[in-house]
């Protein structure tokens, strides 16, 4: 396959072969010793300097995949500690130390102006250069971790040396600088010395210490990098579309869609906001589930329940995949709980979901091209909350709240046990007159209102019967809970009403400030029957614990309720507890 590049770009491949060639890392070849033919072109660095690669791309596909965990960013940032010096050790073409296998090398041969080489290091395109690389220095690293107090740590082909005081790291650097230089295994690896500025002053050379962490925040925003790379996702798509169907040597037409992207990666350049380096014990956890036609989401600090939200999806909504539907969902929550997170001056969240690619995709900033935007809008919101967060997975048979709440029923069928109703009345010291809300097969009286037309009910459509002349036993579906207050407001009665405890809940706080009687009656899962269809449809039943409310809005009532309600509220608190 011949060179296509331009004059300019010819030019310096003839220079930087030339190189190669006098150091070793590129060998001639004869036609007939090659065994696989790759294409080569040139691209420019930042800083002007040009860069052979070798297009691997088919031959890739041919190399076999295996495991290797390397050193992340994320980890990178956890081994850094408050206060330390840091020296950066670059190192120069650092693929090209590595020797491949004689056998291998037919493998990696190009043609350049009628004549054929190959490569007798390791090129810059190969799938697994990187990891290679990251094994050789390991074995050099860990003796420098056995013999020195320096805490060590390579990402990608920088080695970062770590240390609390500035004269003991910047002797050690010296020396591990040589024995790096001279080790027989990796020869010449041609240590360069980059110049950059710290907070306080310029230094003549990275591989003299740098207090890269005098304060809580660094100068640049250590996340940025793994921000570039999600929000130019769009960009490099094109890229990559239009090098596969038009060549890597080509102009394109940047498509509008990828616009907005950049404008924000210009936009975060400008501002430079410090990212916050030190770590922060995370204070609340937020727990969310999505399921295929609702959400679901709750919020706790120190494993107590402080808010619940939940809602409906839309039609199109629906119709998106389960992953989709995830990340939204979390989206839902963080909206949701904006306020409380701000009262509380939460700066550290966790996020747990169920789902591994939900957690991959938003903990990595990747994630397919429909949905980068839904990613985006997570964390633009948890930019303008000024937290951080921590997103992990949660096994979904852990996640009973969240997912109860997401996949609720609506049709209340299911019923309080027949041994705690009746306990329930005894303690309260009531005796309810009808049960509304309820189906022929779990009503608990013998009057009863239905939601639809069964067999024995005085009425269907309670929410549309007069109420009067009751003490109605109330234990409606949840979607209905605010419309069966309004209904007892407006009729003026006295009725019981049974409802979880969800705090967050606008009908929670208006039954938990304003009634004059209230029992807890336990969890759900122990006091609860659910009734054949809740079951097979594999709803759930409504988390958390159950509560009694007697609420009395009669003429002349309410204020002796809240008189009654703040003597006895000290009761259902010790409940809670």
Known sequence: MKFRGTEEEAKEQKTILEEELKVNIVTSIRNEQIKWHNPTFMIKKVNGKWRKILDAKTLNKQIADFHFKMYESNEVEQTIRFGDWGTQLDLSLAFHHLIVQTESQPYLAFEFQNNYYTYRAIPF??????????????????????????????????????????????NMTQKERDRTESNSNISRMGM????????????????????????????????????????????????????????????MIMNKTAIPDINWWVTK?????????????????????????????????ELEMIAMA???????????????????????????????LKNSR????????????????????????????????????IEKLGIQIQITHLPGIKNEIAEAISRLQRAGEYKLKEKIFQ????????????????????????????????????AIDALNQTWKMELPWIHPPIP????????????????????????????????????????MLGRSNEILEPGTSLIMKNLKLPPGKIRSFLMDRRPGREEDSRVRFREYQTYPREQQT
């Open 346 to 381: 939460v700066q550290s969240l966790v996020i747990r979901s169920d789902k591994n690619t939900t957690v991959f995709d938003i903990r990595k900033w990747r994630a397919s091209i429909l949905l980068i935007n839904e990613i985006k809008q997570i964390h633009q919101t």
């Open 269 to 301: 350049l400008r501002k430079n906001i410090p990212a916050q380096l030190i770590y922060i014990p995370l204070q609340m956890t937020m727990t969310t589930d999505a399921a295929p036609s609702r959400w679901g989401s709750t919020l706790e600090k």
């Open 125 to 170: 395109g190969t799938k697994h250069s990187p990891i290679y690389l990251a094994t050789a220095m390991e074995q050099i690293m860990q003796q420098i971790r056995l013999k020195t107090e320096i805490r060590i740590i390579n990402y990608v082909d920088d080695i970062l040396l770590l240390h609390q005081n500035k004269e003991y790291l910047k």
């Open 480 to 519: 209905l809970i605010p419309a069966v207050l309004k209904k007892i407001r407006e009729e003026q009665i006295e009725a019981m009403i049974i409802t979880p405890l969800w705090p967050g809940q606008i009908w929670n706080t208006e039954l938990v400030n304003e009634n004059a009687q209230s029992l």
């Open 423 to 458: 306990q329930t009345c005894l303690q309260m010291n009531l005796n309810p007159t009808i049960d509304l809300f309820s189906q022929h097969f779990n009503n608990l009286l013998p009057r009863f209102m239905l939601t639809i037309r069964g067999h024995g009910e005085i």
């Open 192 to 251: 360069e010395s980059n110049k950059c500025n710290s907070q306080n002053e310029t230094e003549e050379a990275f591989t003299s210490p740098t207090r890269f962490i005098q304060y809580e925040k660094m100068d640049i925003d250590g996340d940025r990098d793994n921000k570039a790379s999600f929000f130019l996702n769009i960009k490099d798509h094109q890229k990559a579309q239009a090098a596969r169907l038009r060549g890597w040597n080509t102009t």
């Open 310 to 340: 939940h809602g409906t999806w839309n039609k199109r909504q629906t119709k998106l995949t389960s992953n989709n539907r995830e990340i939204k969902a979390i989206t839902q929550g963080l909206r949701k709980f904006t306020k409380t």
